[in-house]
């Protein structure tokens, strides 16, 4: 078992940068793939990033290819989502997960993850 706890969120204003944070403890942070997600008010989670166990593959929303990128430090057992070019619609809870049965490939659904953060707030204003 794993636990996750996000941080970075906060409040930017369009165009501005965030970079949230992951940190992993509990378990061998190397056997999970990563994934990002976020919720709005009313909506549904959504995928927003993933990365697999080596770093060696990652995928994105569509929503957010070219302004954010996912990494991950297996050291430091922690997964990274740096934010660029923020906006308005970006504004969500941002929620770290980990799934250990995924062998190949980037899953990209809420349901293909086992363990969930409690979620970090940005807010992007216009």
């Known amino acids: 078992q794993v636990q996750l706890v996000e941080s970075g969120g906060g409040l930017v204003q369009t165009g501005g940068s965030l970079r949230l944070s992951c940190a992993a403890s509990?378990?061998?942070?190397?056997?999970?793939?990563m994934g990002w997600f976020r919720q709005a008010p009313g909506k549904e989670r959504v995928f927003v990033a993933a990365i697999t166990r080596t770093g060696g593959r990652v995928d994105y929303a569509n929503s957010v290819k070219g302004r954010f990128t996912i990494s991950r430090d297996n050291a430091k057992n922690t997964v990274y989502l740096q934010m660029n070019s923020l906006k308005p619609e970006d504004t969500a809870v941002y929620y770290c997960?980990?799934?250990?049965?995924?062998?190949?490939?980037?899953?990209?659904?809420?349901?293909?993850?086992?363990?969930w953060g409690q979620g970090t707030q940005v807010t992007v204003s216009s």
């Open positions: 997960a980990a799934d250990s049965f995924t062998l190949q490939g980037v899953p990209m659904t809420a349901r293909e993850y086992d363990y």
């Open positions: 509990g378990h061998t942070f190397s056997s999970y793939v």
